[in-house]
């Protein structure tokens, strides 16, 4: 485990002059330039009937593009029961795309987990995924960034970079294979760390 540090401390360092801290660079670009519309993903659920069931993408059947494990969370869009022995199945791909970024963010806050290598270590551990090291090249590398660069998490901009990349790598694509939802759900991901955020402020003051 990471040791913890507070919040607003957290905060403060990580939102003046940190790497990519510019709320100014879009992520249409980033959608744009890595969006294939005839991806195996997409053609997948235009027309599942071609393909066996099998075939689809793990984190596609499930709605969870980060392909979230059970730790004890209880999330939006999941009832705690799966018809999947390791990774939860989400009601729809925008709660499962909410709940693997607020996950990220809890563990860039709370764990100080601030570049790459050390989210991704957090989330998917060398010791339970033999591709690791290449996992973190690619993440970093759709960043721009080493792998061992800090970067501003909860700067959006970066967040749904990095949050882009980590479903790009976990299911194979290049797009968003429901159209529309990553964008949904990142953008109630970080409606619910904003309020998380405003809670902790709020007890801090009292």
Request: glycine share 10%; charged share 25%.
């Amino acid at each position: 485990m990471g040791h913890r540090c507070s919040p607003k401390s957290m905060m403060s360092s990580l939102t003046a002059g940190g790497v990519f801290d510019n709320t100014n660079s879009g992520i249409a670009s980033f959608v744009s330039d890595h969006r294939t519309p005839s991806s195996p993903h997409e053609l997948l659920l235009n027309d599942p009937g071609d393909y066996a069931t099998n075939e689809i993408p793990r984190g596609v059947r499930n709605n969870n593009p980060h392909n979230l494990k059970d730790s004890g969370d209880r999330w939006q869009g999941w009832d705690g029961t799966s018809t999947d022995e390791d990774f939860i199945v989400f009601n729809s791909p925008e709660a499962g795309m909410r709940a693997g970024m607020m996950n990220h963010l809890t563990h860039f806050v709370d764990y100080g987990d601030t570049t790459v290598e050390k989210l991704l270590e957090r989330a998917s551990p060398r010791s339970d995924n033999p591709n690791f090291d290449e996992y973190a090249d690619y993440v970093a590398e759709k960043l721009g960034v080493d792998r061992d660069q800090q970067i501003n998490l909860e700067n959006e901009n970066v967040g749904r970079r990095f949050a882009l990349a980590v479903a790009n790598f976990e299911l194979g694509a290049q797009s968003d294979p429901w159209g529309g939802a990553y964008e949904a759900g990142l953008n109630a991901a970080y409606r619910g760390h904003r309020a998380r955020i405003a809670r902790r402020s709020t007890m801090t003051a009292d």
